[in-house]
């Protein structure tokens, strides 16, 4: 990293030229050949592979992340996301025909193409740099877009190490980084996009996709979180602690598909506490701060709001509450609240809070989860197949992992986005693909239809009628 340049805003009055060049290499049609995408894609991972210390350490400098970790939830993801797509881009690319027509119908050919949207923008958020910023970058490329990626600027070292290996990799007339924050984002949502793929939070998500209606542009948001897990009195109890409490600790709970808050049965609560304690000690056996493993929140502002929200609860805290801004250290904090309007269920903590709500029967569960967030990002029930499936049945959700919390978001063939406020639009594996394509339906007239195309034509005789 210390040989890269430190990261510098792309200045706002060259945003237009830059929007312009991308639109121009557009409609030179270039992107749009297999040969041409699996090139780009193949550079990118070649660009990826070789800058991998750089990228694990700008992970560290910007979230304090292990490289292990980094590796386990996005660069390693990543990698692999670029092999499937190239391995399957030929087939996604590839016209599907009409289902089940007429005869008469077949005779036209109906089929959809798949077409590359356009000049798109890709705006990424900072929990897991790579993954939000380079995953809808490589559906972008392979639908045949041509694109503009800005960063979170919240995450500087990864916007810079990412521009640096665009740049080095990818065809600068069609891929470019803009850098920056308020200003830029601004300056580049008064462009004209094809598509705008935005990952952040709600209030900003609102703000883009206002700005987009005035252009008509189509966005995928991918949203916050607010989600449940819920223990029902027939789960076990370790395994739910333990899964529920690692789903904290991965990028010290600045994940957006981390529980927000456990709704626990009464009668498996003294179980569930144990074993969460049990699994805070196995997996940090020297403590949260002394283990290699643990990250750190983002920025003051950040550290800030988690503290101000853990001041705010009326609940009582279980295990950690150690908190120091100086390091931008925050302990998995276990909080035991005796209400679902509490500020710890009600907001989205993004951070490595464990709230948990005890609950009386499993339609308490599901009734106080709807109550709190009636469209959440994900879901984790916890228990039985049939509670499990009583839970799914009854609630709504982007995503749901059953007996675990995140899995469903590491499928690299399973579409992976929001539903309602927790975002609309979705990706990774086929789904990147058809997020930037538009499948644009074809049919050929060929001329010996010409006598059965006859009764469409006036005038309209009771003759033509019985034949239509
Ligand atoms: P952030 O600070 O990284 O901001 C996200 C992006 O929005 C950045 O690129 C930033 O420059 C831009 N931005 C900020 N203010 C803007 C403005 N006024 N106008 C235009 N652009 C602006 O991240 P964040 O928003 O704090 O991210 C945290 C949120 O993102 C959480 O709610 C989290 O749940 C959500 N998130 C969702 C997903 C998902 O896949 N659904 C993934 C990660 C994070």
Redesign the pocket.
């Known amino acids: 990293m210390d040989d890269l340049p430190p990261l510098t805003y792309t200045p706002v009055d060259d945003i237009p030229a830059i929007h312009q060049r991308i639109v121009n290499k557009f409609h030179t049609h270039e992107t749009r050949t297999l040969a041409y995408r699996l090139k780009q894609l193949r550079q990118l991972y070649w660009g990826l592979k070789d800058e991998e210390p750089a990228l694990l350490e700008a992970a560290k400098l910007d979230l304090g992340k292990s490289a292990y970790e980094t590796y386990l939830t996005e660069l390693g993801w990543e990698l692999n996301d670029i092999l499937f797509m190239c391995k399957n881009l030929e087939r996604f690319m590839k016209d599907e025909k009409a289902e089940d027509t007429s005869l008469m119908n077949l005779a036209m050919g109906p089929r959809i193409r798949k077409d590359p949207l356009g000049a798109v923008l890709v705006?990424?958020?900072?929990?897991?740099p790579f993954m939000?910023s380079l995953g809808p970058l490589v559906g972008a490329i392979a639908a045949g877009c041509t694109a503009v990626l800005?960063?979170?600027?919240?995450?500087p070292n990864a916007a810079r190490i990412m521009q640096h290996i665009i740049t080095q990799s990818l065809d600068p007339e069609a891929y470019q980084v803009v850098q920056?924050?308020?200003p830029?984002?601004?300056a580049l949502?008064e462009r004209k996009w094809d598509k705008i793929f935005?990952?952040?939070?709600?209030?900003?998500g609102t703000?883009?996709a206002k700005k987009a209606a005035e252009t008509l542009t189509p966005v995928a948001l991918?949203?916050?979180?607010r989600n449940p897990a819920i223990v029902t009195a027939s789960a076990d109890p370790r395994l739910a602690a333990r899964r529920l409490l690692w789903a904290k600790l991965v990028n010290a709970g600045?994940?957006?598909?981390s529980q927000n808050y456990i709704l626990v049965d009464r009668a498996i609560l003294p179980a569930f506490l144990q074993q969460l304690e049990t699994a805070l000690h196995d997996f940090q056996p020297k403590g949260a701060q002394a283990s290699e493993d643990y990250g750190r929140i983002i920025n003051e502002r950040?550290w800030q709001r988690l503290q101000d929200m853990l001041d705010s609860t009326s609940g009582k805290i279980l295990f950690g509450g150690k908190t120091d801004k100086a390091t931008l250290f925050f302990e998995p904090t276990v909080v035991q609240v005796d209400s679902a309007d509490d500020p710890l269920l009600k907001d989205?903590s993004?951070g490595p809070l464990i709230p948990i709500l005890p609950v009386r029967d499993l339609d308490e569960a599901i009734r106080t989860a709807n109550h709190v967030h009636a469209t959440p990002?994900a879901l984790y029930p916890f228990g039985s197949a049939t509670d499990t499936a009583k839970i799914l049945a009854q609630t709504r959700s982007?995503g749901a992992s059953i007996n675990d919390a995140f899995f469903h978001a590491s499928i690299p063939t399973l579409a992976?986005?929001?539903v309602g406020d927790?975002?609309s639009g979705a990706y990774r594996g086929r789904a990147s693909f058809e997020c930037f394509t538009h499948r644009r339906s074809i049919t050929r007239t060929p001329g010996w239809v010409e006598g059965l195309l006859e009764v469409r034509y006036p005038p309209y005789t009771p003759a033509k009628l019985k034949k239509v």
């Open positions: 705006i990424g958020a900072y929990n897991f939000l800005k960063p979170s600027e919240n995450a920056g924050g308020v830029e984002t601004t949502l935005y990952t952040g939070g709600l209030g900003v703000i883009i991918e949203l916050g979180g600045q994940v957006c598909v950040q989205e993004f990002l982007g992976f986005g929001g927790s975002g």
